[in-house]
């Protein structure tokens, strides 16, 4: 049975990780309003939206049941309330693991090194350490894609023929490896898989919703 999303609200911000459930609501054809949160002034860190998700950071969907955080909640939440979408393999549990194991690799592990580059005061006082901390930063965004290239990504999609919640997160964390000092030409199958992503209805939309 489809949820109804009459009521959804997604809090994000240009050029962060909430790109994904932004794309993944129109894989999913849900009805949902923007609330797009201006990071420069602060906005995140504001009264109004820290009412929203103390933890000051995006995407958070407001539903008619609650408030929900964390991409791959999201992300699952989403496929699982609009099943004929077919974001997931929800028939199969195993499957489903391996959906979840990735989109939780990206999340706790490629999220958290492309995240030493400006936020090192999560980790450290020292100026040095900050420092330190993104040198690191191509280097192990690097070994991160190497992995996924080499070892995850099957291609078309992520796991194969099957369009998954898995690629526009994977889609979007990919687009931080230029800005990130990674050379993206040594990963041949993430470009195919990016120039696929751009080339979706579902991609264009939220991109296009952002510029107006």
């Not at 049975?1 to 997604?10: A, C, E, F, K, V």
């Not at 693991?97 to 990206?106: G, H, I």
């Not at 190497?146 to 990504?153: G, K, N, S």
Request: proline share 6%; net charge neutral; glycine share 4%.
């Amino acid at each position: 049975m489809t949820t109804s999303t009459s009521s959804w609200t997604l809090y994000l911000a240009p050029g962060t990780c909430a790109q994904a459930v932004h794309i993944a609501l129109h894989d999913a054809e849900a009805p949902h309003r923007l609330h797009v949160l201006d990071f420069a002034a602060g906005e995140q860190r504001g009264a109004a939206y820290l009412a929203v998700n103390p933890r000051g950071r995006v995407p958070a969907l407001v539903t008619e049941q609650g408030t929900l955080t964390e991409v791959p909640a999201l992300l699952t939440f989403i496929a699982q309330s609009f099943p004929a979408a077919k974001l997931a393999p929800l028939e199969s549990p195993f499957r489903l693991a391996e959906v979840q194991a990735f989109n939780s690799y990206l999340c706790s592990t490629v999220h958290v090194a492309h995240a030493h580059k400006r936020r090192g005061a999560r980790w450290a006082d020292d100026p040095a350490a900050h420092e330190a901390m993104q040198r690191k930063v191509p280097a192990n965004m690097t070994q991160c894609f190497e992995h996924i290239e080499d070892d995850v990504l099957k291609g078309p999609w992520v796991f194969g023929e099957d369009y998954t919640i898995a690629d526009p997160y994977l889609f979007t964390i990919a687009e931080w490896l230029e800005a990130d000092g990674v050379d993206v030409t040594r990963f041949p199958k993430l470009l195919a898989h990016r120039a696929r992503m751009l080339a979706r209805e579902s991609v264009q939309r939220a991109k296009a919703a952002l510029k107006s």
